[in-house]
Nanobody, 120 residues
Framework: QVQLVESGGGLVQPGGSLRLSCVAS????????MGWYRQAPGKQREWVAT???????DYAESVKGRFTISRDNGKNTMYLQMYSLKPEDTAVYYC??????????????WGQGTQVTVSS
C-alpha cells in the first residue's frame, strides 16, 4: 500500500504565502508524475499543478506565476509553494501521485487533503 500525507495548510491572509508538503510512503518502487488538485466548497475538484519524475512542471492558468511545484525524489516528497494567495484559493488541497508499486503495478494515489483558507 501507498500513503500520501499532505501538510502545511492553514489560515492565511490575502497576499500571504504557504508551503504545502506531500510525503509518499509504502510499497513504492518509483513515483512517476505527481500533482496538486484543490476543491473549494460546492465546486468540483480542480487541477492545480503537475510535476514529472524528471522535474518538468505545468500549472493551471489561475495559479501560474504565483505557485511553484517541486519535489525531492530522495524524500518522496512534493511541495507546493504558494505566494500572493487570494480568497479564491481557499480549498482543500490534495496531493496525487502516479506510483509504480514494488509489485510493478502502477496506480494513482490520493492524499486525504489539507485545508487552505485565505481570509482577512
Amino acid at each position: 500500500q501507498v500513503q500520501l500525507v499532505e501538510s502545511g495548510g492553514g489560515l492565511v491572509q490575502p497576499g500571504g504565502s504557504l508551503r504545502l508538503s506531500c510525503v509518499a510512503s509504502g510499497s513504492i518502487f518509483s513515483i512517476n508524475d505527481m500533482g496538486w488538485y484543490r476543491q473549494a466548497p460546492g465546486k468540483q475538484r480542480e487541477w492545480v499543478a503537475t510535476i514529472t519524475s524528471g522535474g518538468s512542471t505545468d500549472y493551471a492558468e489561475s495559479v501560474k506565476g504565483r505557485f511553484t511545484i517541486s519535489r525531492d525524489n530522495g524524500k518522496n516528497t512534493m511541495y507546493l509553494q504558494m505566494y500572493s494567495l487570494k480568497p479564491e484559493d481557499t480549498a482543500v488541497y490534495y496531493c496525487t501521485a502516479l506510483v509504480t508499486l514494488t509489485s510493478r503495478s502502477t496506480t494513482n494515489f490520493w492524499g486525504q487533503g489539507t485545508q487552505v483558507t485565505v481570509s482577512s
